[in-house]
């Protein structure tokens, strides 16, 4: 399967999901379905932080359709509401603003293992002590969400620490099945941990065995941007449905 393929399989599983968060929440089997989509898009993200031409332009790519997504979310809570509160859903910050989080740490990592194979070491300074502030700070803002959760506000970003670090478990290796293994590692410390709270993530474990497939090939360029659509798109349908029919 090229980068596209799997990229289709991840965008029908989300959809399945979110039918199932959206329109029909009694049917459990659709979130099961949905367990996939959140680590193959981390998968793929690492994957662009690994092969992107362009840094800048691919972060603000991501970064900006996420910061896009959640105004339409604050946007919704003062027509419904007539205000913002602590407790809003609008703080709930979106997946794409999570793996925001991801890309610059994805860059450092591929800094640092560049600058160790060729020996460069204030390179390799350099980037580990950026990779480790990021890492850094990553930590200590889901620990402020937390501690803000505890207070009763809604402020969290989606798959929290986990979906900030698993694009980067794509990033360890380079060869087929040592980056593979890592992300399955992965995506199993990922599932022990919010087994818990949810017992069914136990499906997400079809991600990395999808990526056993990959065949490193991207795939047709003109559908490139049609996956950056469908995540506004597809939520907007979706609550569209639901306003005129739930």
Not at 28 to 56: D, H, Q, S
Not at 136 to 163: H, P, Q
Request: with cysteine; proline share 4%; hydrophobic share 50%.
């Amino acid at each position: 399967m090229n980068r596209n393929q799997l990229k289709i399989a991840a965008c029908v599983s989300m959809l399945i999901d979110h039918i199932g968060v959206l329109l029909f929440p009694q049917v459990e089997v659709l979130r099961w379905i949905g367990r996939p989509a959140m680590p193959l898009f981390a998968f793929f993200i690492g994957e662009g932080c690994r092969y992107t031409k362009n840094r800048k332009k691919y972060f603000l790519s991501v970064f900006l359709l996420g910061l896009g997504c959640q105004l339409v979310y604050v946007i919704d809570g003062l027509i419904e509401h007539g205000r913002l509160t602590a407790h809003s859903d609008a703080w709930y910050l979106n997946i794409l603003l999570t793996f925001s989080c991801a890309i610059p740490m994805g860059y450092c990592l591929t800094d640092l293992k560049r600058t160790v194979r060729e020996k460069n070491k204030p390179g390799a300074y350099k980037a580990g002590a950026l990779l480790l502030l990021g890492l850094t700070l990553a930590a200590g803002v889901n620990a402020l969400f937390a501690f803000l959760r505890a207070k009763g506000a809604s402020a969290e970003f989606d798959y929290g620490i986990f979906g900030m670090l698993l694009p980067l478990t794509a990033l360890l290796f380079d060869g087929k099945w040592p980056k593979t293994a890592a992300f399955a590692a992965g995506t199993l410390l990922f599932c022990l941990c919010t087994a818990g709270s949810m017992p069914y993530v136990w499906f997400s474990m079809l991600a990395p065995a999808l990526t056993c497939l990959y065949n490193g090939k991207p795939g047709s360029k003109k559908l490139k941007y049609g996956f950056y659509i469908f995540y506004p798109a597809h939520l907007g349908l979706l609550y569209l449905v639901y306003l005129l029919f739930f």
